[in-house]
């Protein structure tokens, strides 16, 4: 009798234990922007010691006769995440062509970051985007 009690305390243990590792919260947040060089956003992230990815798309455009209009120069550009000062996270090299694109940030440190935003090449006036981060 003391050995099937035993068994089902230590059974139920387990299972609580492969239960708590297997449950994660996930997160997805959105930005947008709209960029001349950079921008930093306001909005804060609530991030975990976890990995975290973006899919961002963004789109070159120059000013024309009716206004702002696509771009046939595609410039490029970097999504950062920012902790403060000293705790970031950047993907570069994201094309601003209409084109959705995924990045990996890697495992990051938990707390709040805010999005930033910076055009790395082209000649295009603004760079007019969105994009959301997640992790799972």
């Given at each position: 009798?003391?050995?099937?009690?035993?068994g089902g305390v230590?059974?139920?243990?387990?299972?609580?234990?492969?239960?708590?590792?297997t449950v994660s919260a996930a997160y997805t947040g959105y930005?947008?922007?709209?960029?001349?060089?950079?921008?930093?956003?306001?909005?804060k992230h609530s991030?975990?010691?976890?990995?975290?990815?973006?899919?961002?798309?963004?789109?070159?455009?120059i000013l024309g006769s009716n206004g702002y209009q696509v771009s046939s120069s595609k410039?490029?550009?970097?999504v950062r995440i920012e902790k403060n000062w000293n705790t970031y996270y950047t993907v570069g090299n994201i094309k601003a062509d209409g084109s959705s694109?995924?990045?990996?940030?890697?495992?990051?440190?938990?707390g709040d970051y805010h999005v930033e935003v910076t055009k790395t090449t082209g000649n295009s006036l603004k760079?007019?985007?969105d994009g959301s981060l997640k992790q799972s």
């Open positions: 009798m003391k050995k099937k009690i035993l230590f059974l139920t243990s387990v299972l609580t234990v492969a239960m708590s590792v930005y947008s922007f709209e960029i001349d060089t950079r921008v930093i956003g306001t909005n991030l975990s010691n976890s990995a975290v990815s973006t899919t961002v798309t963004g789109q070159s455009y410039d490029e550009f970097s694109y995924t990045k990996n940030f890697g495992v990051i440190s938990a760079i007019i985007g």
